[in-house]
Nanobody, 118 residues
């Protein structure tokens, strides 16, 4: 059974920080790039960052470059996203998934809500 479980969201003031964590099933995690995505109210889900299995190849969306850091622990099937210098525009539900998304995007976890107040 495929599982994606995100945690770590919360309410923070602008300029604050959060650490998001995700645990994924081995079938999703192993041998795949992993990504963090976010969906703001009324908007489509968008890719925020992804990291290849080797941990050395990483890419960020322009909007978060320099503020967010993605990492992974292959021994624990976890992927982490450190969010720094948060802005109200970062408010969204954050999801992890493989990159590209597992099974064509038909499988997602419940996500974790990040709310940034101004």
């Amino acid at each position: 059974q495929v599982q994606l479980e995100e945690s770590g969201g919360g309410l923070v003031q602008a300029g604050g920080s959060l650490r998001l964590s995700c645990t994924a099933s081995t079938i999703v995690f192993r041998n795949n790039a992993m990504g963090w995505y976010r969906q703001a109210p009324g908007q489509e889900r968008k890719l925020v960052a992804f990291i290849f299995e080797d941990g050395a190849r990483i890419n960020y969306a322009d909007l978060v470059k320099g503020r967010f850091t993605i990492s992974r622990d292959n021994a624990k099937n976890t992927v982490t996203l450190d969010l720094n210098n948060l802005e109200p525009e970062d408010t969204a539900v954050y999801y992890c998934n493989s990159f590209p998304p597992w099974y064509g995007g038909r499988v997602w976890g419940q996500g974790t809500q990040v709310t940034v107040s101004s």
